[in-house]
């Protein structure tokens, strides 16, 4: 009988790596918390901003839309995205992505991400009556997680090799 003892391996990753991992997570479970809030508009626990919010918002007239984008673009989309910096996996399908940017997957969603979430708080700044703590944090977080994937050492950490 033979016994194999194994070393666990630490991973150690940059800071804007990590920090990118962290972020994601934050914006997605708060994202997936909000989204539900808004599709099963739990206005009783004010939760839910009041529907005359949206009498002068183009081609929205319930916070059913909203929510859906908010919930599973913003939330379900950032834990993947975080997921796949942590762990990068190889799939197949993401292959269209990474040859031409040469990058892992996640690398190109947390850019959209963030650049989709910087938008959706300025659009949020320009059209709703009222301004909120969370537009101050949620819009530079969306900033920041558009331009960490720029830096030197997340390219190199995300890089197709």
């Given at each position: ?64 839309v909203p929510g859906l984008v908010l919930g ?44 989709g979430q910087a938008t959706w708080i300025g659009l949020e700044v ?36």
């Amino acid at each position: 009988m033979t016994l194999t003892i194994t070393k666990a391996v630490r991973v150690t990753r940059p800071f804007s790596v990590a920090a990118s991992i962290w972020l994601l997570m934050i914006l997605g479970v708060s994202a997936v918390a909000g989204g539900t809030a808004l599709v099963f508009g739990r206005l009783e626990e004010g939760m839910v901003p009041p529907t005359e919010w949206l009498d002068d918002l183009p081609l929205v007239d319930s916070w059913l839309v909203p929510g859906l984008v908010l919930g599973i673009g913003f939330g379900l989309g950032s834990l993947l995205a975080a997921y796949g910096i942590w762990r990068r996996p190889r799939w197949s399908w993401a292959s269209f992505i990474e040859t031409p940017t040469g990058h892992h997957w996640s690398w190109l969603a947390t850019m959209l991400i963030g650049f989709g979430q910087a938008t959706w708080i300025g659009l949020e700044v320009a059209f709703l009556p009222e301004m909120s703590w969370l537009m101050a944090f949620y819009g530079p977080l969306g900033l920041v997680l558009f331009l960490l994937p720029w830096t030197r050492s997340m390219r190199e950490h995300l890089r197709v090799r």
